[in-house]
């Protein structure tokens, strides 16, 4: 997200419930830490071991229930961001997880992932809470963002927010 468009396009990635921070920086790799963009060629290896390879800029996660489990890594989103996704999907997201991915910059959106299909071609509006599945032909629903959340995000995530304004500013 740049510019201010709220609107986000992609292929989805489907993945189950319980997908941990583990399945997201396999732990094995856990060397590569300080070397982020390393890492991010990682990325859902153990969940996916074609992903990283396979992906497109734009593309969406999408999740089941509690994605992000696990430890309190920052950099499991901080990859996925790297890695360039969209945007994260799911039914729920473990608390740090969610929380994690704000400050970073990466939209994480609960909704109903159970008829979004592997391959579908997803528009996701952050503004207007709706995701529409061009494959499918149906639209889901989430909260939308609120326009601070959707600078924030802008911005590149929490940090970036502070140092661009010198402090949290609201629109």
Known sequence: ??????????????????????????????????????????????????????????????????????????????????????????????????RNAVNVGLPVLVCDTSCIAAGDRLEVDLAAGCVHDLTQGHDLSFVPLPPFMLTILDDGGLVAHIKKHGGFALP
């Open 1 to 98: 997200m740049r510019g201010g468009d709220t609107t986000l396009r992609g292929r989805a990635w489907v993945f189950g419930d319980n997908i941990s921070t583990d399945h997201i920086a396999p732990g094995r790799l856990f060397h590569l830490r300080t070397n982020l963009p390393e890492l991010a060629k990682h990325v859902m290896e153990d969940a996916d071991p074609s992903f990283a390879s396979s992906l497109r800029p734009g593309d969406f996660i999408v999740g089941g229930r509690n994605f992000g489990l696990g430890s309190s890594r920052e950099h499991a989103p901080r990859i996925i961001k790297l890695a360039g996704v969209g945007a994260v999907l799911a039914q729920s997201f473990a608390r740090i997880f969610f």
